[in-house]
Structures are given as C-alpha cells and as structure tokens.
C-alpha cells in the first residue's frame, strides 16, 4: 500500500471513533507547548503523556528555536493560554551531520535525496540550486548546547512575556528518558 492510501485508511479508522472529541476546545487543556524536532523516532504524545487537546507540539528539523518557531510559541501564548513551553532536542539527532555549508552544496549539485556514509553526498548532479546559501539551517554541533542557546534565544525574545516557564531537555532516543539540562534550567529562569 502507499502511503497515501495508508494515512487516507488509518484516518477513517479513526474518524470513525471521533466520538467527543469534536467538543475539546481550542486552547490546549494543559496549559503548555513543547518545541521539539520533526524526527519519526520521537513522539510528543508519549514521552509527554499527552492526550488530543492537551497541549501544543510545534516540530521542525532539530527543534530550533527559529523565527517560525517563536512566532507559534507567541501565538500559543497570546491567543490559547499557554504559560509554560518545554524545549526538547534530542541525542542522534540528524541535525548534527552537516553545517549550512554542506548543504549549501549539496543544494547547488542536486535537489534529489542525498545519500548519507560517514558524510553526505549526491546520487546525483541534476537540477540545483544555489537558493540553498541563503537559508539558517540551524545546524547542531553540541545537543547540550543548542539547547541552552535555543532557551536563552526565546526568553530574551521581545515578544516572550517574562512570566512564561521555559525549559530545556535533551530526549535519548535509546532509552526514552528527558534529560534535563541545568544550564538551560537556568537559562530560561523566569525574570524577577
């Protein structure tokens, strides 16, 4: 089956028991949102206890805090309620294999798929582009760190009200545990 006709057969399966839940309101019913990577071997709902309507989850590649990233976590805030948001990236994450310069390149060689063998490279050379030197890739060096600099980067956003609780937590995909980081706990203290 392809994936179309999986998510279009799972769907119905689950419309079908849809039940109450078209009465959950639109504010998320715990108050709270985690900014976390888009990777398929984390899900929110699990390592979080979450239920549909309990909180926001906002994903991207590595969890970064970008300008997408913020303007969600603003709206979550300013619009639905939310009064605490949970950074979360995670160990072997796939954010940590390339800088912007190596997809740069790879971006003007080749928009197909990359192959990745201790380094990424093209399968092929047709049809890039150079539109990929003009992008942030928010590339991972230290998981530890870019978490710090993630929760530094939205408590000292202009936008983020000083009374909003930030957090910071590394998630090791081998065992499923959150690991908190204290730099990060300090780093996303509320404002006195």
């Not at 990577?37 to 979450?50: E, I, S, T, V, W």
């Not at 910071?168 to 959150?178: A, S, W």
Request: a negative charge; proline letters at 4%.
């Amino acid at each position: 089956m392809i994936p179309r006709n999986e998510i279009l057969s799972a769907n119905a399966h689950y419309a079908a028991d849809f039940g109450d839940k078209t009465l959950l309101a639109m504010p998320p019913a715990r108050r709270f949102a985690i900014l976390t990577c888009m990777d398929a071997r984390l899900d929110p709902a699990k390592f979080a206890g979450l239920s549909e309507g309990a909180a926001h989850v906002i994903r991207n590649a590595g969890g970064r805090a970008s300008d997408d990233a913020i303007r969600s976590l603003v709206i979550s805030h300013k619009l639905l309620g939310t009064t605490e948001w949970f950074v979360v990236h995670h160990t072997d994450c796939g954010m940590e294999t390339f800088t912007d310069e190596v997809m740069a390149e790879l971006l003007d060689e080749s928009l197909a798929t990359a192959h990745y063998d201790n380094g990424w490279s093209n399968v092929t050379s047709e049809g890039g582009s150079p539109e990929g030197h003009y992008i942030d890739w928010l590339t991972i060096k230290d998981q530890m760190q870019s978490v710090v600099d993630d929760v530094r980067r939205i408590r000292a956003h202009a936008l983020v009200p000083r009374d909003v609780r930030i957090h910071g937590f590394l998630f090791d995909v081998k065992n499923g545990t959150l690991i908190e980081i204290p730099a990060a706990r300090e780093a996303g203290k509320l404002a006195a």
